[in-house]
């Protein structure tokens, strides 16, 4: 079983960035897609990026298009998050996610995830 923590979070002015970073334990991570989520408070979780066993084949969440930049280094088990031009609306604590391994899961959905990571706190003052 992967495990996941992250780090990278804090308070950030808008329009600043800030890079997370994930980073797995367990075997076959490079076999597992990976992706973000985030949730604000009273809301739910929703999907934020997701990446592919090799990198590519990223996809973006509509909201975050153009200015988020999802990576990953299986070489380190890692995968990260580049956020630029934060708003407040990126407010939300984010979330680490595998999908099983082996799968080609879209990873669209919390119901497609086998595995979280414990949440990073992203807060963007106005």
């Known amino acids: 079983q992967v495990q996941l923590v992250e780090s990278g979070g804090g308070l950030v002015q808008a329009g600043g960035s800030l890079r997370l970073t994930c980073t797995g334990t367990?075997?076959?991570?490079?076999?597992?897609?990976m992706g973000w989520f985030r949730q604000a408070p009273g809301k739910e979780r929703e999907f934020v990026a997701r990446t592919n066993w090799s990198g590519g084949g990223a996809a973006y969440a509509d909201s975050v298009k153009g200015r988020f930049t999802m990576s990953r280094d299986n070489g380190k088990n890692r995968v990260y998050l580049q956020m630029n031009s934060l708003t407040p609306e990126d407010t939300a604590v984010y979330f680490c996610?595998?999908?099983?391994?082996?799968?080609?899961?879209?990873?669209?959905?919390?119901?497609?995830?086998?595995?979280w990571g414990q949440g990073a706190q992203v807060t963007v003052s106005s």
């Open positions: 367990g075997p076959n991570f490079y076999l597992r897609v």
């Open positions: 996610a595998a999908a099983p391994v082996g799968e080609t899961t879209q990873l669209l959905l919390p119901s497609d995830v086998d595995a």
